[in-house]
């Protein structure tokens, strides 16, 4: 009367899937369904160990919604203006060494000069001391002529 459906047809199937005559064959196949077990056990344990790797049991009493990875989207924009406000208050009470090696930079010496200053500016204080390593052409003179500017007044230490 009614047709009979596919799961009922494959189970009313006489052929056997896998051809049991060949042990060889049995045993491939039986081995390549382990192999595939473990691989997709090992694949969930380490995705479970990352998931639960970002989220901080280190301190259980305070957890909170801020413990756990948010994405920079879902985050509290009113949170974050928070902190960097608060960061850059704690710069502003902060002092800061930057240090730096260089060689044969002459063409670079004003941009290195202006990205420097516009990171000093947010600390309460600041010393530059830069190591000079035998330079052939005039970064050295260059340096010496900026640890030399009054706006600087002794703050970089031209080494070299």
């Known amino acids: 009367m009614f047709a009979p459906t596919p799961v ?4 009313q199937m006489n052929k056997p899937l896998i051809d049991q005559t060949n042990s060889e064959s049995r045993a491939g ?5 382990w192999t595939f077990r473990i691989f997709l056990i090992v694949t969930v344990g380490i995705f479970i160990f990352n998931i639960v790797s970002c989220i901080g049991f280190h301190d259980l009493t305070s957890s909170s ?3 756990l990875y948010l994405p920079q989207s879902l985050r509290c924009p009113h949170k974050n203006k928070t902190r960097l406000e608060y960061g850059r208050l704690h710069l502003a ?3 800061v060494i930057i240090c730096g090696l260089i060689r044969d930079r002459e063409a670079h010496i004003s941009r290195i000069r202006q990205q420097i ?6 600390f ?7 190591v000079e390593n ?3 052409d005039r970064t050295r003179q260059q340096l010496i002529a900026w640890a030399q500017d009054k706006k600087v007044a002794g703050r970089i230490h031209v080494i070299g």
């Open 124 to 130: 309460d204080d600041y010393a530059i001391v830069i």
């Open 8 to 11: 009922k047809r494959f189970f």
């Open 134 to 136: 035998d330079s052939k």
């Open 65 to 67: 919604v801020d413990d």
């Open 117 to 122: 200053e516009e990171i000093t500016q947010l």
């Open 93 to 95: 009470r902060s002092r």
């Open 29 to 33: 196949y039986c081995g390549h369904r």
